[in-house]
C-alpha cells in the first residue's frame, strides 16, 4: 500500500501488551529497540517500550496510517505472541515526542515503579488498564530521568 499523507494530521496513539516468546534473548531486545528507533524515525512514530523476561508493553504515536500499518507488521513479529491492544485513542500532541523509541526495563532503581503497578508477584502488563499502564510508562521514563 502507498502511502497516504493526507491523513498525517491526525495523530494516534496505540498502547497493547505481549508475551516475549520464550526464546527472546537481551540480544533480541536490543535487536528490536534498534529497529525500532531506526524504522520509526524514518515513519514518523514515537513511543515508549517496557518490557521484563516475559512480557512487552509498548506506546506508538504518529499519523493513523502508520501506526496502523506497523500493527500488522507487530503482530507478525515472532518474538513475541497474544498482542493485546490496552489503549489507542486520538492525540493532540504527541507525548513522546522526544523519543524514536524510549524504553526500561526493571533496574533495581525503577523495581518500586512496577511493583506499584503489579496487583500480583509477578509485573503483568495483561493486568493493566489505560490509565495505569500509562502511569507505568510516564513514571519509568521520569524515573531514567
Ligand atoms: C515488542 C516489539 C516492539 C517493536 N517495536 C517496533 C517499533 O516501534 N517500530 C518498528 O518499526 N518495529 C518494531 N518492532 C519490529 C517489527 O516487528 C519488525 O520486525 C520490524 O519493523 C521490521 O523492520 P525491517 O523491515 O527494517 O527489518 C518491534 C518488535 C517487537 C517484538
Given at each position: ?57 509498548q506506546t506508538i504515536e504518529g499519523p ?82
Open positions: 500500500m502507498t502511502s497516504t499523507h493526507a491523513d498525517a494530521h491526525i495523530l494516534v496513539s496505540m498502547t497493547y501488551a505481549s508475551r516475549a516468546n520464550p526464546n527472546v534473548s537481551a540480544t533480541d531486545f536490543n535487536e528490536i529497540l534498534q529497529q525500532a528507533q531506526i524504522n520509526n524515525a524514518a515513519n514518523s512514530i514515537t513511543g515508549m517500550l517496557t518490557f521484563n523476561k516475559d512480557y512487552f508493553l493513523r496510517a502508520q501506526i496502523n500499518r506497523l500493527l500488522y507488521i507487530l503482530i507478525s513479529d515472532e518474538r513475541h505472541h497474544d498482542l493485546q491492544i490496552i489503549d489507542t485513542r486520538e492525540l493532540k500532541h504527541r507525548e513522546w515526542a522526544k523519543w524514536s523509541m524510549n524504553y526500561a526495563s526493571p533496574t533495581e532503581e525503577n523495581a518500586a515503579i512496577y511493583l506499584k503497578y503489579s496487583t500480583t508477584i509477578g509485573f503483568n502488563p495483561y493486568l493493566l488498564n489505560a490509565e495505569s499502564a500509562h502511569g507505568l510508562m510516564n513514571e519509568l521514563s521520569a524515573q531514567k530521568g
